[in-house]
């Protein structure tokens, strides 16, 4: 544990706190810039990768979103961060088939997170498996009843189950 959540070091660590700084301004090029600057050999670093995918994200740079998505998940398989980001980005590249496949064996691993079946409702949903969309909505409100009931009715990926969100929750 002590490894995994390791402290960099300056300049690094002024670095990453200079690119959250862009990115709280809504500056996500400048954030980028100074990640890019972090020493090669931290690139792995948990806090540098989130922070890259989030720079990723504000750019809609989706497939460097994956990059960093696959790294975190190769890197940190026992965060949740990864698994997730990376579908993420997938679904937002449109290969939701794909964000749908490599977040499914995540659930098994981390079975109290509502995120994960709720990203899984989400992708079975746009891909009209309304079954299993109705399957794991429930699975996401059991983890978290409060999270899905506030968001479901308003996300445009759950517009297929729209009708059906009273009876699922």
Request: proline letters at 5%; aromatic letters at 8%; one cysteine or more.
């Given at each position: 544990?002590?490894?995994?959540?390791?402290?960099?070091?300056?300049?690094?660590?002024?670095?990453?706190?200079?690119?959250?700084?862009?990115?709280?301004?809504?500056?996500?090029?400048?954030?980028?810039?100074?990640?890019?600057?972090?020493?090669?050999?931290?690139?792995?670093?948990?806090?540098?990768?989130?922070?890259?995918?989030?720079?990723?994200?504000?750019?809609?740079?989706?497939?460097?979103?994956?990059?960093?998505?696959?790294?975190?998940?190769?890197?940190?398989?026992?965060l949740v961060n990864g698994w997730i980001l990376r579908s993420f980005a997938l679904h937002e590249l449109k290969q939701t088939h794909s964000a749908l496949s490599l977040l499914l064996p995540a659930f098994d691993n981390?079975?109290?997170?509502?995120?994960?079946?709720?990203?899984?409702?989400?992708?079975?949903?746009?891909?009209?498996?309304?079954?299993?969309?109705?399957?794991?909505?429930?699975?996401?409100?059991?983890?978290?009843?409060?999270?899905?009931?506030?968001?479901?009715?308003?996300?445009?990926?759950?517009?297929?189950?729209?009708?059906?969100?009273?009876?699922?929750?």
């Amino acid at each position: 544990m002590g490894e995994l959540f390791k402290t960099l070091e300056p300049p690094d660590n002024f670095l990453l706190s200079a690119a959250e700084g862009w990115l709280g301004l809504g500056d996500a090029q400048s954030a980028l810039a100074e990640l890019d600057q972090i020493q090669p050999h931290q690139g792995t670093h948990l806090e540098v990768l989130l922070v890259l995918w989030r720079v990723h994200s504000e750019l809609k740079q989706w497939d460097r979103g994956v990059e960093a998505g696959q790294t975190l998940v190769e890197v940190h398989p026992e965060l949740v961060n990864g698994w997730i980001l990376r579908s993420f980005a997938l679904h937002e590249l449109k290969q939701t088939h794909s964000a749908l496949s490599l977040l499914l064996p995540a659930f098994d691993n981390f079975p109290g997170s509502c995120t994960i079946p709720y990203n899984l409702a989400c992708y079975c949903a746009q891909l009209n498996q309304l079954d299993d969309a109705r399957a794991w909505l429930k699975k996401a409100a059991v983890a978290n009843h409060t999270y899905v009931r506030l968001n479901a009715k308003t996300d445009p990926d759950l517009i297929p189950l729209r009708d059906s969100l009273d009876e699922i929750l």
